[in-house]
């Protein structure tokens, strides 16, 4: 039996701004609210089927994809919107945005100090896997974005909903905006980038944070995993002390 959409029939919701822009919160939202939902579907830093065949320019099984979602966001759709629109008049569209140009482009240092390099579609629309040292580079691309699907949308009212996380309101704006009534609406803020990060723009130093991060700190790496095993031990010597006996001691045997 086919799961019915809460949109009605033909609406689609397509995220189209550009990573490190809240994507994953509306993501949250909109999974939340009952919508088939497809997001960016990179299982590593190095692999992706939508970007194969974004690459490869098979729009064809792309719009595939989309038909059998209610919503999409995060890549390939932000390079996509104006044939997604074309296939599917009902589609509305959701451009989601940073408070400014630098908030955005720290965020994306943020994110590739943590999982970097970012050889997929971050080097094929930016130019680089690593946005360090190409601040000029990024900013014009993030506001070339806006400025075009503004325009191409310019005069279609209902078509477009620009959306800024921060202020609270923001999913109560995109429920009425996509005719939801009766959903959560609870302000969110899902993938929030560390502070304890560097976000700077010099690459070397981006690079070394990069392998200290990813080899002590990030979850999973060897040494969260050393560190997770230290602290189980000195929590067990710790318990042991207050129960009045050394860890190896049998109970009711003190040290």
């Not at 939202?29 to 497809?38: D, E, P, Q, V």
């Amino acid at each position: 039996m086919a799961i019915s959409s809460p949109l009605p029939d033909g609406v689609k919701v397509i995220g189209i701004g550009l990573n490190k822009t809240g994507t994953k919160t509306m993501s949250h939202h909109l999974k939340a609210w009952g919508l088939r939902h497809r997001t960016y579907d990179s299982a590593t830093t190095t692999e992706s089927p939508s970007f194969d065949l974004y690459k490869a320019g098979d729009v064809e099984a792309l719009m595939e994809i989309v038909a059998s979602h209610d919503s999409c966001e995060d890549w390939p759709w932000p390079l996509l919107y104006q044939e997604i629109d074309a296939r599917f008049p009902s589609a509305k569209f959701v451009l989601t945005t940073r408070a400014s140009a630098d908030v955005w482009y720290r965020s994306l240092c943020n994110m590739a100090v943590r999982i970097g390099p970012l050889p997929l579609f971050e080097n094929l629309v930016y130019g680089s896997s690593m946005p360090h040292g190409r601040r000029a580079e990024h900013i014009r691309i993030y506001d070339e974005h806006i400025r075009s699907v503004e325009q191409y949308f310019e005069g279609r009212p209902g078509k477009l909903l620009k959306l800024t996380w921060g202020a609270g309101d923001e999913a109560l704006k995109l429920a009425a905006f996509l005719g939801l009534e009766n959903v959560d609406t609870s302000p969110l803020h899902i993938n929030r980038s560390p502070s304890n990060v560097y976000s700077g723009d010099r690459l070397s130093i981006a690079h070394a944070h990069r392998l200290v991060y990813q080899t002590f700190r990030a979850p999973g790496s060897f040494g969260a995993r050393v560190g997770a095993a230290v602290r189980v031990k000195v929590l067990g010597r710790l318990l042991g002390r207050l129960l009045g006996r050394s860890p190896g001691n049998p109970p009711g045997e003190e040290s």
